[in-house]
């Protein structure tokens, strides 16, 4: 299903444009490793000519425990992502968490994210759209597909078209999520293009009793899955070394991991396509 095309920087997302990534560590961990991560990536990216936008989190206000690591912070963590975007030359997507925080970070994000649990929040929405830049709001684990049209009229409310939206997993029980694949193109029929969000819907939010717990070894087969169906990008949180990682370490992939799915996401990619 093709759905509107969203410019964002030198990418296109959506209609019959190439599949796009986002990728990068769950929550920024020094400035060092997110330049490493990040040059990585780029060079990957340009090398297989896929198009790129490199994610990291300044704050992660929603972690299970008040004692788990939630980033530097907003201003410590926009000098870092600036750095990223200065030295490597690519486009950078984070996310925010209140409408004070909004402005100060659109001058630094290509992308603003709204977090899935936040939504609904109106003020966000409406803010996050009259930056005028593209946002990516996640659908909440506890909303079905058919419940982003409140949130896009919300949105497209304050004159801003640039939206993405981003499936991540619905909740299933207790500690567990799964993936609806009717998902996509149905938010797809709204006529704005679909992320899949394939680290977090593995994501089991609590499991591990202080922080979440996850089962990456079914990454690969739903991100294949969502791809199948017609995803216009696909979101990955990547590491260098998943299982010490500060944040979300059991439902991130190996960075050469994520290289090896991408090619086959791209490849799978291409053939969805021809058959359209």
């Not at 030359?89 to 968490?97: A, E, F, R």
């Not at 409310?157 to 997993?169: C, K, W």
């Amino acid at each position: 299903m093709q759905t509107n095309k969203i410019q964002i920087g030198n990418i296109t997302i959506g209609g019959q444009n190439p599949l796009a990534f986002i990728a990068g560590p769950c929550v920024i961990e020094g400035e060092e490793t997110t330049l490493r991560i990040a040059g990585k990536l780029k060079e990957y990216s340009e090398k297989n000519n896929i198009p790129f936008i490199f994610k990291s989190s300044y704050d992660k206000a929603n972690r299970t425990s008040v004692t788990s690591y939630r980033g530097p912070g907003i201003d410590e963590g926009l000098r870092i992502l600036r750095k990223v975007k200065e030295k490597h030359k690519v486009l950078i997507l984070s996310d925010i968490h209140s409408v004070g925080e909004i402005v100060k970070a659109a001058d630094v994000l290509d992308v603003i994210q709204i977090p899935a649990f936040l939504c609904r929040q109106t003020d966000i929405i409406v803010a996050a759209s009259k930056t005028g830049k593209p946002v990516n709001i996640k659908k909440g684990q506890f909303l079905a597909p058919w419940d982003i049209k409140n949130i896009i009229e919300k949105f497209t409310s304050a004159g801003n078209h640039n939206l993405l939206v981003t499936e991540r997993g619905t909740s299933f029980g207790y500690n567990n999520l799964v993936a609806d694949m009717r998902s996509i193109p149905i938010i797809q029929g709204f006529g704005f293009p679909v992320i899949y969000d394939a680290t977090h819907s593995v994501q089991l939010p609590g499991g591990l009793g202080n922080r979440s717990g996850g089962q990456r070894e079914f990454i690969e087969p739903l991100a294949r899955a969502a791809v199948s169906v017609g995803c216009d990008a696909v979101f990955m949180e990547v590491h260098e070394d998943p299982d010490h990682a500060l944040c979300d370490g059991p439902n991130m992939l190996n960075i050469e991991s994520f290289f090896e799915l991408a090619k086959r996401l791209v490849e799978l990619n291409k053939l969805v396509k021809g058959w359209g």
